[in-house]
């Protein structure tokens, strides 16, 4: 076993078409996690506790969906360009319909892409 095997991974210098899709990727998951807190907040406000939302407020479902499908756009081509698997490029996918997990898996992709290593 070589020395560079024996020690942690580090971040590696990425390919630009990579780095360039890996950042991509992370802004639209922050995004469709943050739209996803608002819907889920939205949800909540509208249904178990019967409040009257402003007429603004409908908006809300429209561009989290639009979001999130863009979002499915830029980590397949992620997926894409970095060899992912499919099974977990499912789960990453799938990250952006439950609240909080696209800040988790967002986090753990760009350390894993970073180190060069592939999901």
């Not at 076993?1 to 639209?28: C, F, N």
Request: net charge positive; no cysteine; charged share 20%.
């Amino acid at each position: 076993m070589s020395t560079s095997e024996s020690q942690p991974t580090a971040d590696v210098e990425l390919p630009p078409r990579i780095a360039s899709a890996l950042k991509r990727y992370r802004v639209l998951a922050i995004t469709t996690g943050l739209w996803l807190l608002l819907l889920t907040v939205e949800m909540i406000a509208k249904y178990p506790l019967d409040m009257d939302l402003p007429e603004a407020a409908r908006i809300i479902p429209i561009v989290h969906g639009w979001v999130y499908f863009i979002f499915l756009i830029m980590t397949l081509d992620l997926a894409v360009k970095a060899r992912w698997r499919p099974i977990p490029t499912l789960g990453v996918l799938l990250a952006g319909t439950v609240p909080f997990l696209s800040f988790v898996v967002e986090h753990r992709v760009t350390a894993k892409v970073r180190a060069g290593q592939r999901l």
